[in-house]
C-alpha cells in the first residue's frame, strides 16, 4: 500500500512493510535480521539489528509477557499513561553501511508528534501497538530486494561486511572452487570500491 504521510518536514511516498522474519544474522554474529517486506511487490528488507531489540521485538510478536517490564514495555506503558500512542513507524533514510533512520509517530494530547528513533526501537514499539510501519519509496527502491533475487539479496548480506571480511570471503570462496558466489563476492567488492 502507497501511502503519504506527512511530518514536520516534509511530504513522502512510503510504503507500508510487514514483519516477515526474524533470524540471527549471518554478516554480524551476535546481531539479528529483521526482514520487512512489502506485501504488494513482494520486495523485501534485511534490517541488522541488536539482540535486545530482537528480543523485544519477538516477545511483542508472540504476544509474550515477561515477568517484569522490558525497556520497551516500560516505554509503551509511559506512553500509554501519558495518553499518548504510538501511530506508525517511517523509515524514511538508509545512511553508510546500510544504517536506516526512522520516525516514530506519535497522537500526544496536544496533537501528533514524531520523534527520531533507531527502527529496531521503533519496530518494538510498533509491534506493541498495532501500528503499522512505513519505509519512504525512495529507501525501498535502493535497500529493497526480490526474494528469488539471490545476487540483490545478498547485497544486504554484503553490506554489512567490511572489505576485509569481504576479500576473506572471496579468498573462502574460491578455495572451495565456488566460482559463481566468487564472482557475486567480487562484484560486491568492486562496487564498494
Known amino acids: 500500500m502507497c501511502v503519504r504521510l ?4 516534509n511530504q513522502m511516498e512510503a510504503i507500508e512493510l510487514t ?4 533470524s540471527e544474522s549471518l554478516s554480524q554474529p551476535g546481531n539479528y535480521a529483521l526482514i520487512l517486506e512489502d506485501m504488494v511487490s513482494q520486495r523485501r528488507v534485511p534490517l541488522i539489528i541488536g539482540p535486545a531489540e530482537a528480543r523485544a521485538i519477538a516477545m511483542a510478536i508472540e504476544k509474550m509477557t515477561p515477568y517484569r517490564p522490558q525497556t520497551h514495555d516500560l516505554f509503551f506503558q509511559t506512553l500509554e499513561r501519558l495518553n ?3 501511530t506508525s513507524v517511517e523509515i524514511h533514510r538508509v545512511g553508510e553501511n546500510s544504517v536506516f533512520f526512522a520516525y516514530l509517530h506519535l497522537n500526544t494530547p496536544s496533537g501528533p ?6 527502527p529496531s526501537d521503533a519496530i518494538a514499539l510498533a509491534v506493541r501497538a498495532g501500528c503499522s510501519i512505513f519505509m519512504n519509496k525512495t529507501v525501498l527502491d535502493i535497500s529493497g530486494y526480490y526474494p528469488d533475487d539471490t545476487a540483490r539479496a545478498l547485497d544486504g548480506f554484503y553490506a554489512a561486511c567490511t572489505l576485509t571480511e569481504l576479500d576473506d570471503l572471496l579468498d573462502n570462496t574460491l578455495k572451495k572452487e565456488d566460482y559463481e558466489s566468487a564472482a557475486l563476492v567480487r562484484d560486491a567488492i568492486e562496487r564498494r570500491k
Not at 506527512?6 to 518536514?9: A, I, K, Y
Open 6 to 9: 506527512v511530518n514536520e518536514t
Open 19 to 22: 514483519i516477515v522474519a526474524l
Open 84 to 86: 499518548t500512542h504510538p
Open 113 to 118: 508528534v514524531s520523534i527520531d528513533a533507531r
